[in-house]
């Protein structure tokens, strides 16, 4: 029994003293690799572009000649009059063959068929980019929100452990008959109230951290035990230089992958419209057909079993109701709305660059007044602390100066994540994120 007892007492300590896994160290840089390389969205982008550069290829074939190879046994059974129903005369032919054939001039529709194909190959890149640019937004945004509750969990802490401290000093006065129940209920009640405000704060950061976990790919329990985020720098999101506005709108507009693909739908639409009159012209091609046929025997003579044609024939479509016609201006009619879209994308673009440029430099003005008055909170509740020690302020002043500095931490902590989403946005806006 006394071994069993030491026995269970040793594992309990050696589980008591095991250290705990190393959780991972996650930078913003980090966690948008992660993503990059485990992220389905861009796994299925990735595809796309798979399956557009091979159909650049197929439409690349069709300017090289079709080489075919042919063969067969064929066995023929007949029965000629006035030999009797169950005479049958049996043949059989053998064939072999090669045939080339080249298609010379279709009216440009080759041409501008792989010209489609080229401009969705560049599409399905600049979608894939575009997955790219929204998908690192999103994790910025997470990163950042994780923060956010990390920093209200940090705030409840320390205005519980403040109010913890007085009420242990109210109940060693209380011992000593200078301080009444009264105070010392109060500041239990305060130590509560931020206690709830601590569960609050750690029950958003928990759904953070799951939902950052979901953009990295890591579906795991208890996700924000196996998860340390380092914060970056806060110099960068207090004086960082994000440039003038009109370079910013220079940049958007000659990399934002959502607007290089309405270009790239205009592209389209135009050779669209040059394939449907392309119908207009005639199809010109060449041939060459090398033929064997032998009865009874595979065994081809290349004289008197041979026979060879080769030429150039023409296909020219003179009248087909009108279906030519009716394709160009279905295309005409794609190519205009095309360009309306075009016109629509760059204006949202403009509009999302100038709305996250103004959002920038408001958010940090309203940081560098928030770390104001953050200081003269602290300062205040500080000295009304001295003061309610002093015995010239009373308790009721001493909740309302510690609870306004609560507050301002609390408004300078969200003020400081606005400053980095905006920058965030921003980056997204004009997608200088790709290039991070």
């Not at 990735?46 to 046994?73: F, K, L, T």
């Not at 790219?132 to 937004?137: A, Y």
């Not at 953070?208 to 720098?233: F, H, K, N, R, T």
């Not at 560098?368 to 010239?392: F, H, M, P, S, W």
């Amino acid at each position: 029994m006394k071994k069993h007892l030491l026995l269970l007492v040793l594992c309990f300590g050696a589980l008591v003293s095991a250290p705990a896994a190393e959780k991972i160290q996650l930078t913003l840089e980090k966690a948008r690799q992660i993503a990059l390389e485990q992220n389905p969205t861009l796994a299925v982008a990735r595809a796309n572009m798979a399956a557009a550069a091979a159909a650049v290829q197929q439409a690349e074939a069709a300017y090289y000649p079709s080489v075919d190879v042919s063969g067969g046994i064929t066995r023929l059974r007949d029965y000629p009059t006035p030999r009797p129903e169950r005479d049958f005369d049996n043949t059989t032919q053998y064939h072999a063959g090669l045939s080339v054939g080249w298609l010379v001039f279709d009216g440009g529709a080759r041409h501008f068929r792989l010209s489609t194909a080229e401009i969705a190959d560049e599409t399905a890149i600049a979608e894939c980019d575009d997955a790219r640019r929204q998908l690192l937004q999103q994790v910025a945004n997470a990163f950042y929100l994780v923060l956010q509750s990390q920093n209200s969990m940090e705030i409840a802490l320390q205005d519980a452990e403040f109010n913890r401290q007085l009420e242990s000093d109210a109940k060693k006065r209380q011992e000593l008959g200078t301080s009444k129940l009264s105070e010392v209920l109060n500041f239990q009640y305060q130590v509560g109230s931020a206690e709830v405000n601590y569960i609050q704060a750690r029950r958003t950061w928990r759904n953070a951290c799951v939902a950052l976990g979901q953009l990295l790919v890591i579906q795991q329990d208890s996700i924000w035990e196996c998860i340390e985020l380092v914060p970056p720098e806060t110099d960068f999101a207090e004086k960082g230089d994000v440039g003038e506005l009109e370079s910013l709108l220079a940049y958007a507009r000659e990399h934002r992958p959502d607007l290089l693909n309405a270009r790239n739908a205009v592209r389209s639409a135009e050779a669209a419209v040059a394939l449907a009159k392309s119908e207009w012209f005639p199809q010109v091609s060449v041939f060459y057909d090398l033929d064997f046929q032998r009865t009874h025997s595979a065994h081809f003579n290349r004289h008197h079993d041979r026979g060879i044609s080769f030429g150039v024939q023409a296909t020219w479509n003179l009248f087909s109701g009108f279906t030519t016609e009716a394709n160009i201006e279905a295309a005409k009619a794609r190519l205009a709305a095309a360009e309306r879209t075009l016109a629509s994308v760059e204006l949202e673009v403009d509009a999302r660059v100038r709305e996250a440029y103004i959002v920038v430099d408001g958010s940090r003005q309203q940081l560098e007044k928030q770390n104001e008055l953050l200081e003269i909170a602290t300062r205040i509740r500080d000295l009304v602390k001295e003061e309610y020690d002093g015995g010239t302020a009373t308790i009721t002043r001493l909740n309302e100066a510690q609870t306004d500095l609560t507050n301002t931490a609390l408004a300078r902590s969200n003020a400081y994540v606005q400053v980095l989403l905006s920058l965030e946005a921003l980056s997204a806006a004009t997608a200088m994120n790709l290039e991070q």
